[in-house]
C-alpha cells in the first residue's frame, strides 16, 4: 500500500486493500511495515499510539472480526509509558490480538554517500521472539531489519514456525541488493515459507520504500513477487511442502549439534 502523510487516509487505505483480499477469499492478510505512518523519526513520534487507545489498531481487529480473517497489521508506532517500539500485531478471525512483536533489531545504518538511518534516536528495540499459534499452524514474526539475523529465524523455527513473516520497508538502496536474496536465504536456510510486505515507492516520501513484497518457498523459490507499485499480490501456501523438502534435504536433521547450537537464553 501507498502509505502517505496523513493517518487516516492510511487506515482507509488499508481497510480498502483488506477488504477487497478477503472478497478473494484470503485467510491471512498482511500489511507493511509502519502502514498508518510514513517512515522517519518525526513522524514515528507523532503517529504513535498505545495499544489500548489505539484507532489504527481498533479499525483492523474490526476489520478481522466482520471478514473473519486473520490479519497481522504490518506495524505502528506503539508507545508504552516513555518508550516508543516499532511493533506488529497479530489478530485472528475474532478480531482478537493473539501476539505482538516489538521490532528487535532496529535500523541503525550509514551507508556511504547512498543512505543514513536511526531508528534508535526514537525507537526502543524489543527483546521478545514471537511465535504464535494459528489454525494453520505456528507462525513467526519479525520486522524488516530483524531479517538479517540469521539466529533469530532459526530460533523461531525451532520453537515450531512454519511460515516467517517480516513487514518491512527496505530502501532503494539495500532493496535492489539484499532484499530478494534475503527472503529467499532465510526460507532456505530454515525450510520454511517466508513473507516480507513492503509499503509502495512514494517518490514524494522523505524515506523511498523498495516495496517488491514476496513469498518464498522452503525450496528457496520465490513464489510471488510484486513490483513498487500499490497492489495486492496473493499466494497459496502448501504447508506440506515443508515436511517433504525436510524429509529429501534433511538440512535441520544434520546440524553438528554437538560442536554448535543457537538456543533462546
Known amino acids: 500500500m501507498n502509505v502517505v502523510d496523513n ?24 500489511l507493511p511495515e509502519m502502514f498508518n505512518c510514513p517512515y522517519s523519526n518525526d513522524k514515528f513520534i507523532e503517529y504513535g499510539e498505545s495499544e489500548s487507545e489505539s484507532d489504527t489498531l481498533k479499525s483492523i481487529s474490526k476489520l478481522a472480526s466482520e471478514n473473519h480473517v486473520y490479519i497481522l497489521a ?52 524489543g527483546d521478545e521472539f514471537t511465535v504464535a499459534e494459528t489454525e494453520f499452524g505456528n507462525i513467526g514474526i519479525g520486522i524488516c531489519y530483524d531479517v ?12 515450531g514456525a512454519l511460515i516467517l513473516f517480516y513487514p518491512g520497508a527496505f530502501n ?67 504447508l506440506s511442502e515443508i515436511k517433504k523438502i525436510r524429509e529429501e534435504l534433511p538440512l535441520l536433521k544434520n546440524k553438528r549439534k554437538d560442536l554448535y547450537e543457537t538456543k533462546l537464553l
Open 74 to 125: 504490518g506495524s505502528i508506532p506503539e508507545y508504552e509509558n516513555d518508550c516508543l517500539y516499532n511493533t506488529s500485531y497479530l489478530f485472528d478471525r475474532t478480531g482478537s490480538i493473539i501476539a505482538k512483536h516489538r521490532k528487535m533489531h532496529l535500523f541503525d545504518i550509514d551507508v556511504k554517500d547512498k543512505i543514513t538511518f536511526k531508528e534508535s534516536d526514537v525507537l526502543t528495540a
Open 148 to 159: 538479517r539475523f540469521p539466529e533469530l529465524a532459526r530460533i523461531m523455527v525451532e520453537n
Open 7 to 30: 493517518k487516516k487516509a492510511n487506515i482507509e487505505t488499508a481497510t480498502s486493500m483488506i477488504i477487497d483480499s478477503a472478497n478473494n477469499d484470503a485467510d491471512f492478510i498482511v
Open 172 to 238: 532503494m538502496t539495500t532493496g535492489p541488493a539484499h532484499w530478494e536474496l534475503l527472503f529467499r536465504s532465510r526460507a532456505l536456510d530454515n525450510q520454511c515459507y517466508c513473507v516480507g510486505v513492503a509499503p509502495a515507492l512514494n517518490k514524494d516520501a522523505s524515506y523511498h520504500s523498495y516495496g517488491h513484497s514476496i513469498v518464498t518457498s522452503p525450496w528457496g523459490e520465490i513464489l510471488t513477487q510484486a513490483d513498487e507499485k500499490e497492489q495486492i499480490i496473493f499466494c497459496d501456501i502448501d
